[in-house]
């Protein structure tokens, strides 16, 4: 180039600089168009430990009303079975990924060709929130819980814990015990007093949930939990170490709400769900008999609940999450029985049929930074129950199941139980014989139709 004149030599150097920008101009739009595409990937909703067929129906169903698309993944424990109900489903599931949740390199490896593809992590089932928060750190730039606020949810004593430093009135008077000793017994008695109800941390479903009213109750009672815990436990997925909380028992009415809690703290709630227990039908039992909505809760107690809610949910520090929270009514005012960072059981039927709310939808788009969607209008009133033998034993008669579908307000059956099967009660670590959904444009047609189920219904056991 040394025998070029000064001016080519700055023309062939203009020439080069913008052929040196238009290919930097090019591969920069060549980039762009890569983070578009990654970004439009980034829609894999991933379920850990279970998928059920209302997951997948009502995520299906948001992509037909927006044309958005997503693609449904499962991670499971390799070291558990999975469930019928998701085993009934694997066929519809885009992604199924399987290893040993408890292993940070094994999450690693497992989740490397996917999390770039990841638009949220949840769950359904409480038994799962143990391994849901061992993948989370795997996870850093997605939406999430943090690791602390789900232990502190789902163990009904660091709950208890949390919310006694944030206002003492949101709880019951409460003490927590490791054995059956005189020592713990007499710890009981000056700490909470009778009548009281006995806890184990960790399970879900009311299992081995007691109420004592005097001190022979409570040894018989103690007993009988410490020798089943370890049993339970592992039946029903739990990791947790079992400690026994023990509370005062609260009178009156019990309800349930479920909420959805964005990134920066802000609650959106769900219509309240009135609860009537199994204690109060005549069972010495506490599972959720019957859970209706809405409710006939007039304005003021309905806004004070949620504001007793959102005390409870901020103790915890609860975000990016739905969350299940339980109440009761006293005289003197609400108070706090427990909650979960999952939607409630029942709920995605129930909301769908009252309010046209789909829950499960709502769970992922409050999730991944989207407002859920709560239509305000009434359709009606629905009911969810669960039945339960009367006594403990093996079924020997189940009557009424095919009249019951007959009934106007009929929506859904689930069978639990077939003859020969073993019926326990819920605080015996028992489920329910089978479960109904029930919903009516019509509260007093609704409530005609519960009393002929019940009429018509009969369970024996030998």
Not at 387 to 400: W, Y
Request: proline share 4%.
């Amino acid at each position: 180039m040394s025998h070029l004149k000064p001016k080519d030599i700055n023309l062939f150097v203009n020439k080069l600089y913008k052929q040196v920008k238009q290919t930097a101009t090019g591969k920069m739009k060549f980039n762009h168009v890569d983070m578009a595409q990654k970004k439009t990937n980034q829609n894999i909703i991933l379920y850990v430990g279970a998928v059920y067929g209302h997951m997948i129906d009502a995520i299906r169903k948001y992509e037909k009303e927006t044309k958005e698309k997503y693609r449904i993944g499962l991670i499971y424990h390799s070291k558990q079975k999975l469930d019928e109900f998701t085993q009934s489903q694997l066929d519809k599931i885009d992604i199924i990924l399987s290893c040993d949740l408890n292993n940070d390199d094994a999450i690693q490896e497992t989740l490397l060709p996917y999390k770039d593809e990841i638009v949220t992590l949840t769950c359904r089932p409480e038994s799962s929130i143990p391994h849901l928060s061992n993948i989370i750190p795997h996870l850093p730039y997605i939406e999430t819980p943090t690791v602390e606020s789900l232990a502190w949810s789902t163990d009904k004593i660091q709950m208890r814990k949390r919310l006694h430093v944030c206002n003492k009135r949101l709880n019951p008077k409460f003490t927590v015990i490791n054995d059956d000793s005189k020592k713990s017994i007499r710890q009981i008695i000056e700490s909470v007093g009778f009548p009281l109800i006995v806890k184990p941390s960790g399970l879900a479903a009311s299992r081995l949930v007691s109420i004592c009213f005097h001190q022979e109750e409570l040894e018989v009672v103690l007993k009988k939990v410490f020798k089943k815990i370890d049993a339970v436990h592992k039946q029903t997925n739990g990791t947790w170490t079992p400690r026994i909380l023990i509370e005062q028992f609260m009178e009156g009415n019990m309800y349930s709400v479920d909420a959805y809690v964005d990134r920066k703290g802000r609650m959106k709630f769900c219509p309240m769900v009135y609860i009537k227990t199994g204690r109060e039908i005549g069972f010495d039992d506490f599972f959720g008999y019957e859970q209706r909505t809405p409710t006939i809760l007039n304005k003021q107690n309905n806004d004070n609940a949620q504001e007793i809610a959102k005390q409870a949910i901020k103790a915890i520090g609860l975000k990016n999450t739905s969350v299940h929270v339980e109440l009761i009514r006293e005289e003197s005012g609400w108070k706090i029985i427990e909650m979960g960072p999952r939607v409630g059981g029942f709920r995605h039927m129930m909301y769908e049929q009252s309010n046209g709310i789909n829950h499960t939808m709502n769970d992922v788009l409050n999730r991944i930074g989207k407002k859920p969607i709560i239509p305000k209008k009434r359709r009606g009133y629905a009911v969810a129950m669960k039945f339960f033998a009367k006594k403990e034993g093996r079924l020997s008669k189940l009557t009424g199941i095919k009249k019951l579908q007959e009934l106007k307000s009929f929506k859904r059956l689930y069978t639990n139980k077939k003859i020969g099967d073993m019926c326990r009660f819920a605080k015996h670590g028992g489920g329910s014989v089978f479960n109904i959904i029930m919903c009516n444009p019509d509260r007093s047609k609704l409530l005609a139709d519960i009393r002929r189920l019940e009429q018509m219904v009969v369970i024996e056991v030998e």
